[in-house]
T-cell receptor, first 112, second 116 residues
Framework: RKEVEQDPGPFNVPEGATVAFNCTYS??????FFWYRQDCRKEPKLLMS???SGNEDGRFTAQLNRASQYISLLIRDSKLSDSATYLC?????????????FGTGTRLQVTL | EAGVAQSPRYKIIEKRQSVAFWCNPI?????LYWYQQILGQGPKLLIQ????????DSQLPKDRFSAERLKGVDSTLKIQPAKLEDSAVYLC??????????????FGPGTRLLVL
């Protein structure tokens, strides 16, 4: 089983749609979780951290379910500029040294 | 604030040749990472430094890959000899180490390597 599993997509959605991505992780001891965004031929950039209580940043909502080892990202009112690959990332920290494990990424294409 | 710098941006070599990549992290970031990203996959950690010490190199193919960060700032990653399957983007990232929460990693633009 992969450490971090995501549906690679692509998800093709029209502008204004709501889309949700899911991710599962295998290490129950993982401490923190993130979503990174990667545009085509660019480097990954942090989109948001994921907390057990759920967190929202504008049109983006991230949720963590530790019992099911499951992370989600919801995008409301999709924009053309949201087209990118969304990487689910799990951190296993030892002291001050973090080790990020990335999923394969889910590709999103928002169309007119 | 200047970001993570990497060079070269692109490199084409033939198999069995050697290649080296350079990374300059964000000023003050003690932790530096090298990742390999193969097309269609997420980045895979190759090696992690904290200052000039190696924290994790468990996924570095040590028979052909080496990396150093001698003065705790810049780093180089070398492949010798290269194989076809080394074709990938090599990403460098840096962060401020923080206890317990997992710090944000800032990525450089990457070096795109093609091995023919």
């Amino acid at each position: 089983r992969k450490e971090v599993e995501q549906d690679p997509g692509p998800f093709n959605v029209p502008e204004g749609a709501t889309v949700a991505f899911n991710c599962t992780y295998s290490n129950s001891a993982s401490q923190s979780f993130f979503w990174y965004r990667q545009d085509c031929r660019k480097e990954p950039k942090l989109l948001m951290s994921v907390y057990s209580s759920g967190n929202e940043d504008g049109r983006f909502t991230a949720q963590l379910n530790r019992a099911s080892q499951y992370i989600s990202l919801l995008i409301r009112d999709s924009k053309l500029s949201d087209s990118a690959t969304y990487l689910c990332v799990v951190n296993n920290q030892t002291g001050t040294a973090s080790k990020l494990t990335f999923g394969t990424g889910t590709r999103l294409q928002v169309t007119l | 604030e200047a970001g993570v710098a990497q060079s070269p941006r692109y490199k084409i070599i033939e198999k069995r040749q050697s290649v080296a990549f350079w990374c300059n992290p964000i000023s003050g970031h003690a932790t530096l990472y090298w990742y390999q990203q193969i097309l269609g996959q997420g980045p895979k950690l190759l090696i992690q430094f904290q200052n000039n010490g190696v924290v994790d190199d468990s996924q570095l193919p040590k028979d052909r890959f080496s990396a150093e960060r001698l003065k705790g700032v810049d780093s180089t990653l070398k492949i010798q000899p290269a194989k076809l399957e080394d074709s990938a983007v090599y990403l460098c990232a840096s962060s401020l180490p923080r206890q317990g929460v997992g710090e944000t990693q800032y990525f450089g633009p990457g070096t795109r390597l093609l091995v023919l």
